[in-house]
C-alpha cells in the first residue's frame, strides 16, 4: 500500500469530518479558514487515496428496534477452510460485525438483535454454520463506549503522530 502524506489542513479537514459526520464543503472552508475549493480538491483526494468512502450517517440502531447486542464466540477448526467459515457467518442476519481471532476462539461475531427470540434463531443459525465446532454467546448488558468514528477516538497527541509519522 503506498504512503498517504497529510498535512494540517488535511489533519484538520479529516477529523472535523469524523467529528461532525457530515460533508458541508461551505461550512467546512469556513471553519478551517480555507478555500471552499481547498475542501473540494481535498475531499476528492480523500476518496481517490481511499481514506473516504461512501457517504457518512448513522442510524439509531436502539430507535430501529435493535437494542440487544450479542457477542459471540465462535471455534472451528484452523486452516484455510476458516476463512469461508468467517465469510459465512459474516451473512448471517444481524450480524454487525466478525473478527478473526488467534487464541482458543476462532471469531468473535458482534449482532445487534429485537429481542431473546430474534437472537435464538441466530445462536441456531450460527451453530448450523458448517465449520462450526461450538459457540459462546454473551448479552451485553450495558454499553460504555460504541463509537463508529476513527479520529474522535484520538487524543491530539497520538493523533500528530498518526500524521507525522
Partial sequence: MAEITLDETDFRLLRELDEN????????????????STVYYRLEKYREQGILTGTISHLDRHKLGLGMTAISEIKTVYGPEAKEVGERLAQLSGVQQVYSMIGEMSFYVISHVRDHDHLQSLIEEIIETDGVENSATHIVLRTFKEESRLLVNYDDEDLEQLFNS
Fill in 21 to 36: 459526520g457530515e460533508i458541508d464543503a461551505d461550512e467546512i472552508a469556513e471553519e478551517l479558514d480555507v478555500s471552499q
